[in-house]
């Protein structure tokens, strides 16, 4: 049986933030095993208590016209129809970070572990909004209504604007803070609003955790 609809791959990325070289933190648990796809390296699955390295963004640096961009995450929620071990309609959703759509300045890099948190929280919003979508799925499929209908791929949809518009949000509020950060040293050195989205996508992907990232989610990715 045909997968008739549904194939989304939505690409998000950090918009701009310049190079915050103001504060260093100390960032601990880099030592990890990192799942790659197996179908595609250069992308690394989202998993729980994974951090980004500056040596995953891969792309060449400046790509953006914005020549205050510091660094730039490509992140990838990917929206698959398919049909279960059992014959029935079906979604595999995974979420990606594309090394070869994601760069940094070397300026910007070396010991700022300010900017690299920032685009974690980027990643982590991407995985967010992939959990509230599987959930989304599974309410439908609970109710009994169709899977591959209308109103479940307008919700998809509806979700995949909102995720985009949460990232444009975020570097918004944090570009404001880096301007105030230039006149008040509290706000240089406890960063309060990235350790408010930090702890605000922190505790709303706990809230999903029935629908995180898995195995089963990477991939899947052609």
């Known amino acids: 049986m045909p997968c008739p609809i549904l194939n989304h791959s939505v690409v998000g990325r950090s918009t701009w933030v310049a190079a915050l070289l103001w504060l260093l933190m100390s960032h601990a648990g880099y030592a ?3 799942r790659t796809s197996p179908a595609n390296p250069a992308v690394i699955c989202w998993q729980e208590g994974l951090k980004l390295r500056w040596s995953d963004f891969q792309a060449p640096q400046n790509l953006l016209p914005d020549a205050g961009v510091g660094a730039h995450t490509g992140t990838s929620i990917d929206v698959r129809g398919e049909v279960d071990a059992l014959g029935r309609p ?4 995974a979420c990606y970070f594309s ?5 940094v300045r070397d300026s910007s890099a070396e010991g700022n572990h300010i900017l690299l948190a920032h685009e974690q929280v980027h990643f982590d919003l991407a995985e967010l909004f992939a959990r509230k979508i599987r959930q989304r799925i599974a309410q439908c499929r609970r109710r009994g209504d169709e899977v591959w209908g209308p109103e479940l791929q307008a919700e998809i949809e509806g979700l995949l604007r909102e995720w985009s518009g949460v990232n444009a949000v975020f570097d918004q509020e944090a570009a404001v803070e880096q301007r105030l950060a230039a006149f008040d040293e509290e706000i240089r050195a406890f960063t309060p609003t990235l350790q408010r989205w930090q702890s605000r996508v922190r505790r709303e992907l706990t809230a999903l955790g029935l629908y995180g990232s898995s195995d089963s989610t990477c991939g899947q990715k052609s």
């Open 99 to 103: 090394k070869k759509e994601s760069w």
């Open 32 to 34: 990890q095993l990192r």
């Open 90 to 93: 079906a979604y595999v959703v």
